[in-house]
């Protein structure tokens, strides 16, 4: 093979995977894809499926639209919206509340939003939550991206009940009033998409 159709196959596997994937798979993919794990892989008739989905290892269902692999659908959601959420052992409402209530100060770098409870939950067409009408979940988002793991400490020392940490680094912490967690999409002011 000649030089130059191999720097030819390497750049159009290159756009492929940058023009089809996610930034955080294209490293990934691409090496699978040069080391011929997931050149040819098709869904339903998937004689590299195995050897692929070794080569992804972790990454696998983040990565998997990028190959092929994916069984697609219509409810798929863009990667900045999934999310991860947890729940805070040690909670201290008066804390949240009382650190909510300075939600102008620039200092705390945080936005905070009020919604319905009954917000939170999804609900067929007609179907009221007459118990939870009247009350209010306060939730805070960072203004800057964090870690996981930041998010989690940060919600867990304003003394927030959860947190949700979306894929694009935003951060959700949930008062003690909030029934679930919160609003489904990030708020973050400076942590886009």
């Known amino acids: ?3 130059y159709m191999l720097v030819g196959i390497i750049v159009t596997a ?7 994937c996610n930034e955080n798979c294209a490293p ?8 011929g ?21 972790e990454e696998y269902f983040d990565c998997c639209d990028c190959v092929g692999l994916c069984k697609h659908n219509n409810t798929h959601r863009p990667y900045h919206t999934k999310s991860t959420v947890m729940d805070i052992d040690s909670s201290i409402p008066s804390l949240f509340d009382a ?3 300075f939600a102008n100060n ?12 009954e917000e939170e939950f999804y609900r067929p067409k007609g179907v009221e939550f007459a118990e939870l009408s009247n009350r209010t979940c306060v939730v805070t988002f960072f203004d800057d991206c964090l870690s996981q793991e ?24 949930m008062g003690h009033t909030c029934e679930s967690y919160g609003k489904n999409y990030p708020h973050c002011r400076e942590c886009g998409v």
């Open 1 to 3: 093979m000649k030089p």
């Open 14 to 20: 290159l756009v492929y995977v940058v023009l089809s």
């Open 28 to 35: 990934t993919v691409t090496k699978c894809q040069l080391m």
């Open 37 to 57: 794990a997931c050149g040819k892989c098709i869904m339903g008739n998937c004689s590299c499926c195995e050897n692929c989905t070794k080569c992804l290892g």
């Open 99 to 101: 650190l909510t209530g």
């Open 106 to 117: 620039p200092k705390l770098r945080i936005s905070v939003q009020q919604m319905p409870v």
């Open 150 to 173: 930041k998010c989690e400490r940060a919600c867990s020392t304003m003394g927030a009940s959860r947190a949700r940490w979306f894929h694009n680094a935003c951060c959700e912490c």
